[in-house]
């Protein structure tokens, strides 16, 4: 029997070696709009005060509070976005909307609900009361200029770009999206829409891969499938290292003969590991490999290139990308949090231990009180995809002997993270 040279290495120890080789790319400034899902990468500062104007906060009257409910003069009428150049003095009062800028002299808003106004006279209803800064907003009461508004490493959604928007600022410096390539390995893979050949199974790994880089929040670049021939094998790779930051192949490196790759990352790379102890993805690999030079040759500098080797049955390369490549792709991101959020949950059923390694099982979990229970999604064969679709969760399960009862609580690995508020 052929022997693995490489040692099995742990889940723990394998993660800690990727994110000591995966950085945070550097900083870009990128249009707000495209900013959707990204790493702030630097601290901002209010460049300016919100509102930047005392605004009314209600449609009705800047007045002053000191007149108290003596009728007023109307002697105007005050829009927001426009420049009316009144002035409040004793006695009068100015019909104004909300968000416009209260004239100069007025110190209070009275909404229009709590006034009458009768031929250019304003009168406040006697049971309402008016007091200095009544529904005015003070210029910097929202924020204040030269106010942290946002640290470096939050994430932008909705509202922190609106925040920036609302600041005037129409980019964010953020750290550059990694380019994902992906390759299929393997001279059985026939292309969905084509027909099948003999001997022929269709590629998925790429379609899965393709889809968890952009969910990771990579940008995924499709470099197709390679053959098992040795020379293609390296001048696509050679070419793929040149275009992607980082490079997930599928398939070639179990221990058949036609598993190129590995002899190929030690000739051009250093490879940290060759196999983990894990189930399904056991001969997981990871390298780093500088890019090439347009004849192939490598590259004296320029940046390190990390290339995930993941295996080629379905479920290991799901897996395996889930653990591994994911959170490279976020640490190159700037995320903080890289690894999939962790809940307890327990098992709704027994679950079989296997004696030899740590197993990830897919399980859907649902909700009975207050406690989350996991479900097998069946067969657990690194063929069958199946048994990842529908899952949302990685059933962490030691090594070891027999089974666990139902009842018992292990973690799980989330891949749908909206479970993290329902399982709070
Ligand atoms: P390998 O490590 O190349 O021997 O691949 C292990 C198993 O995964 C084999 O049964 C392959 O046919 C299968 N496989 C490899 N690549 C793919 C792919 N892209 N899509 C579906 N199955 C694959
Ligand atoms: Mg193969």
């Known amino acids: 029997m052929r022997e693995s040279p490489y040692p099995l290495v742990s889940v723990d120890d394998a993660q800690a070696t990727v994110l000591r080789w995966a950085c945070p790319l550097p900083v870009q400034e990128v249009p707000l709009r495209s900013a959707q899902g990204l790493v702030l990468a630097r601290d901002v500062v209010a460049p300016l005060s919100l509102p930047p104007f005392p605004a009314a906060a209600m449609d009705g009257f800047a007045l002053l509070a000191a007149d108290g409910h003596a ?21 009068a009062a100015v019909r104004i909307t909300t968000g416009a800028p209260v004239p100069p002299g007025a110190d209070a808003v009275v909404k229009v609900e709590a006034a009458d106004e009768v031929d250019g006279t304003v009168v406040v209803h006697p049971d309402h009361p008016v007091r200095p ?38 980019t964010v410096p953020v750290h550059r999206q990694p380019v994902v390539g992906i390759f299929s390995t393997g001279d ?42 040795p020379a293609e094998l390296e001048r696509r790779l050679a070419a793929g290292l040149v275009e992607a930051d980082l490079l997930v192949t599928s398939g070639g490196v179990s221990m058949g003969e036609l598993d190129l790759l590995k002899p190929l990352l030690e000739r051009w790379g250093t490879v940290h590991f060759g196999r983990v102890l894990m189930k ?7 390298a780093t490999l500088r890019a090439r030079r347009p004849d192939g040759q490598p590259a004296s500098e320029g940046p390190w290139r990390l290339f995930f080797a993941l295996p080629g049955n379905p479920v290991s390369a799901l897996v395996t990308f889930q653990l591994f490549v994911r959170p490279a792709i976020r640490r190159m991101m700037g995320h903080r949090a890289v690894g999939l959020p962790q809940i307890v949950a327990t098992l709704g059923h027994p679950f079989r231990l296997d004696p030899e390694r740590p197993e990830f099982h897919r399980v859907t979990l649902h909700r009975e009180g207050s406690r989350c229970v996991a479900v097998s999604t069946g067969s657990q064969a690194s063929s069958r995809l199946l048994s990842a679709a529908g899952a949302n969760g990685l059933l962490v399960l030691e090594k070891g002997r027999g089974e666990l009862p139902a009842g018992v609580e292990r973690p799980v690995l989330l891949l749908d993270d909206t479970w993290l508020s329902a399982a709070a």
């Open 280 to 286: 399904p993805g056991k001969p997981m690999t990871f």
């Open 133 to 170: 800064g009544l529904n005015v907003r003070p210029v910097g009461s929202d924020v204040a200029q030269g106010q942290p508004v946002l640290a470096a490493g939050q994430v932008l959604g909705p509202a922190e770009l609106g925040v920036l928007a609302s600041l005037g600022l129409s």
């Open 71 to 91: 009728p007023r003069r109307l002697i105007g009428e005050q829009m927001a976005g426009r420049v009316a150049g009144l002035t409040v003095t004793p006695g």
């Open 188 to 229: 059985e893979l026939a292309e969905p829409g084509q027909p099948l050949g003999p001997g022929q199974i269709y590629d998925s790994n790429r379609t899965t891969l393709v889809a968890a880089v952009a969910q990771a929040g990579g940008q995924p670049l499709d470099l197709g499938i390679i053959r098992d021939d």
